[in-house]
């Protein structure tokens, strides 16, 4: 595969790859490349010009980019909401899939809850003074914030159950977050 040293960029068009080749380059790009992957993955994921299945597939590459990039506690967070956004996305758009965990509602519920570190009564005390909170405090706020983004789409299409009411209690929390 030809890669263009001065920019470390795969030479051509990416976006005129095929799922396949591109799902070979990202096993061995570098962290700025499987961005670019990510990036035109998800869009040929959201276009509408392709079937069904080979948007999931096109959605599948873009997740699978997106798992490495980024350390530190807002790069994590940042690289999860996108996850937590591109699986919403497939879920309503594409259409749930109860077999494979991405496209699971209740899969992604319950990876929603763990992503959290705190309890919605604690971030809705720590937010009713958050001008008083060290800047890491309030960075923290801001990642739940971010993390619960999709909760009200999300919501809908869950069962009853106690994960849905700890996704409720999140939602009204959400709204009091900086």
């Given at each position: 595969?030809?890669?263009?040293?001065?920019?470390?960029?795969?030479?051509?068009?990416?976006s005129?790859?095929?799922?396949?080749?591109?799902?070979?380059?990202?096993?061995?790009?570098?962290?700025?490349?499987?961005?670019?992957?990510?990036?035109?993955?998800?869009?040929?994921?959201?276009?509408?010009?392709?079937?069904?299945?080979?948007?999931?597939?096109?959605?599948?590459?873009s997740?699978?980019?997106?798992?490495?990039?980024?350390?530190g506690?807002?790069?994590?967070?940042?690289?999860?909401?996108?996850?937590?956004?591109?699986?919403?996305?497939v879920?309503?758009?594409?259409?749930?899939?109860?077999?494979?965990?991405d496209?699971?509602?209740?899969?992604?519920?319950?990876?929603?809850?763990?992503?959290?570190?705190?309890?919605?009564?604690?971030?809705?005390?720590?937010?009713?003074?958050?001008?008083?909170l060290t800047?890491?405090?309030?960075?923290?706020?801001?990642?739940?914030?971010?993390?619960?983004?999709?909760?009200?789409r999300?919501i809908?299409?869950?069962?009853?159950?106690?994960?849905?009411?700890?996704?409720?209690?999140?939602?009204?929390?959400?709204?009091?977050l900086?």
């Amino acid at each position: 595969m030809n890669i263009d040293a001065d920019q470390e960029q795969p030479s051509g068009d990416l976006s005129t790859w095929t799922v396949e080749r591109l799902d070979v380059f990202a096993e061995y790009a570098q962290e700025q490349q499987l961005e670019a992957v990510r990036v035109v993955a998800q869009g040929h994921a959201h276009c509408s010009d392709e079937d069904r299945e080979t948007r999931y597939q096109w959605a599948k590459l873009s997740l699978r980019a997106n798992k490495p990039l980024h350390d530190g506690p807002w790069g994590r967070a940042g690289v999860t909401q996108q996850s937590f956004m591109l699986r919403m996305w497939v879920i309503e758009e594409l259409g749930a899939d109860e077999k494979d965990r991405d496209w699971n509602p209740e899969a992604l519920a319950a990876d929603t809850l763990a992503a959290l570190a705190l309890p919605p009564a604690e971030a809705r005390a720590l937010a009713a003074h958050w001008r008083d909170l060290t800047v890491e405090q309030i960075g923290e706020l801001r990642r739940h914030r971010n993390l619960t983004a999709h909760l009200d789409r999300l919501i809908r299409h869950l069962r009853l159950s106690p994960v849905q009411e700890r996704l409720l209690s999140w939602r009204e929390t959400r709204r009091h977050l900086p």
